[in-house]
């Protein structure tokens, strides 16, 4: 079976929905997701989208935080065009139904994040992914020329040189692959234009607040193709994930410490101001390595975010979402302090990309999370996700409906999906097993510090067991879990080899082997391309 559209969009959070809605009056789109459309990242985000909205505010202060958040690692350039770019794309999500929570007064009520030097994060209650994940695919859809298929799994990119079976000077995208995974089918998914928007890679760790769906796909399928890859080794752990046996990748957004919640150890003593001149409010990696480090020296299982100098009006009107849940799982943060521990959450490199979401392969594609913008450099700043996934949403929109408005191409034979000498598979608990142990692999070796001799010891073992899931591959009828599997794997290996890469700590990249910044050969993007 094959299905052809103009436009192929891989996923459905803000950025790939945001795409489709821009392109969708020049041709027909294709969406693919692997669950419905609403489960995304997007949908999890709790704390905000950041912008300048204030007079108060400029785009050189937001500019200056991004670059502070990001080592210096971060491209100027983007971060001007993202920054700047900034109060029409969310002016966008306004106008076709985002509801941001407003203060008294009618304005709209900003909050204020970790390194952000004022208070810029538009927000709809604690709950403002789903919110704008909501609007999004409620426009999505009304349109027409939009058709969305749930629980379908990209397997792998087509390109040219696949189709042709031979080497080429410049490859070009043809779509995907995709494994309608209700009725165990692989569909041929033909564009002109196809557009990873996959989300992140939180899932190849064992402690993420990622949703289930956030197994590097995007980032895998793009380098399996061909496609440079940046900057793996700059995974963001957030740092107050709740610390609870029952609760699965809660996340205690950062808007409860722009808010006022102080970090505490079990005996209630508070330790950021140790760390960091803005204390709580200090960027991500500061907070996660300070929590990471203050666990290890008094062996506590976590600490304390301590939110009880509020009262419970403030908290239940301003945290509806996260005081109910917790209550759920029977703490009361009026009256008790949250325990948090930091769990993998943003990844910051991805698909390496030109300032309109281009990848180095024609015709393809990334914005989001998947992608490498140069955007986030070493760090994100709290809030600038959803920012980027809007406002690259549109640019990459833009140069789209230019490619195809100059060329388009031709679909050339491409063989079906096929299946080979591939049976059911009796061994489940393989594809189960390498999965935990990459998790565990990667948390142990690969976390939030790290080492030359940990991440040797985790890229000898990540090889190993993809050498095992080669063989399972090829031997039986792919899953959606099998993908899932192959995939994290693929990311698994990616991280390493960059952090590897790194000789220096900066931001996210922590090792105990280069302690300093080195900003005369380190300065740069790490970029790993498959050879053929």
Not at 16 to 38: H, M, N, Q, W
Not at 318 to 332: A, S, V
Not at 483 to 511: D, F, P
Request: charged content about 25%; some cysteine; hydrophobic content about 40%.
């Amino acid at each position: 079976m094959k299905i052809t559209s103009d436009f192929l969009i891989i996923g459905s959070g803000i950025a790939g929905l945001s795409f489709a809605l821009k392109v969708a009056d020049e041709g027909s789109v294709s969406i693919i997701t692997k669950r419905e459309v609403y489960e995304t990242s997007t949908n999890y985000a709790q704390g905000g989208i950041a912008t300048v909205f204030s007079e108060d505010d400029s785009f050189e202060a937001h500019a200056e935080d991004t670059m502070v958040a990001g080592a210096q690692l971060s491209h100027r350039d983007i971060v001007d065009i993202v920054v700047e770019s900034g109060p029409k794309a969310i002016q966008d999500l306004i106008d076709i139904g985002a509801d941001f929570t407003k203060n008294n007064d009618g304005e709209y009520d900003l909050t204020r994040e970790g390194g952000h030097s004022h208070r810029r994060i538009l927000h709809a209650s604690d709950i403002t992914g789903r919110e704008i994940e909501r609007a999004l695919a409620a426009a999505v859809a009304k349109h027409p020329n939009i058709t969305v298929y749930e629980y379908h799994c990209a397997v792998d990119l087509i390109t040219e040189a696949k189709a042709r079976q031979r080497r080429l000077p410049e490859d070009l995208c043809l779509g995907a692959y995709v494994l309608d995974s209700k009725n165990n089918e692989v569909i041929t998914f033909g564009a002109q234009v196809t557009v990873l928007a996959s989300g992140g890679a939180g899932k190849v760790y064992l402690y993420t607040s990622n949703p289930d769906i956030a197994s590097g796909d995007g980032v895998a399928m793009a380098y399996r193709a061909g496609a440079s890859i940046a900057n793996m080794e700059f995974m963001q752990f957030h740092p107050t994930t709740l610390y609870h046996p029952h609760a699965k990748s809660f996340l205690i957004s950062e808007a409860v410490r722009g808010e006022g919640a102080i970090l505490k150890r079990a005996d209630g003593t508070a330790f950021m101001e140790k760390y960091h001149k803005l204390k709580d409010l200090a960027p991500r990696d500061i907070v996660a390595r300070a929590i990471d480090n203050e666990m290890k020296v008094n062996g506590d299982d976590c600490v304390f975010l301590d939110m009880t100098h509020q009262s419970e009006d403030y908290i239940r009107d301003r945290f509806p979402n996260i005081h109910e849940t917790l209550l759920k799982y029977g703490i009361d943060m009026a009256k008790e302090p949250i325990p948090v521990v930091p769990a993998a959450h943003y990844l910051c490199g991805g698909v390496q990309v030109d300032n309109h979401g281009q990848t180095a392969i024609k015709n393809l594609f990334a914005i989001g999370e998947v992608s490498c913008t140069g955007l986030h450099g070493a760090n994100r700043l709290a809030s600038n996700s959803l920012l980027e996934g809007a406002v690259f949403g549109e640019r990459a929109a833009v140069k789209a409906i230019e490619t195809i408005s100059k060329e388009t191409h031709e679909f050339p034979q491409v063989e079906p999906w096929d299946c080979g000498s591939a049976i059911d598979s009796d061994e489940e608990v393989v594809v189960t097993h390498n999965w935990n142990e990459i998790r565990l692999c990667m948390w142990n070796y690969v976390g939030i510090v790290r080492s030359d001799k940990r991440l040797t010891r985790a890229l000898r073992r990540i090889r190993m067991i993809q050498e095992e899931i080669s063989d399972y591959y090829w031997d039986f009828y792919i899953t959606s879990d099998l993908l899932e599997l192959r995939n994290l794997a693929t990311v698994a290996e990616l991280i390493v080899r960059c952090a590897l890469e790194r000789k220096e700590s900066r931001g996210l990249h922590y090792t105990i082997d280069y302690p300093e910044t080195d900003d005369i050969h380190c300065k740069k993007d790490t970029v790993i391309r498959k050879t053929f």
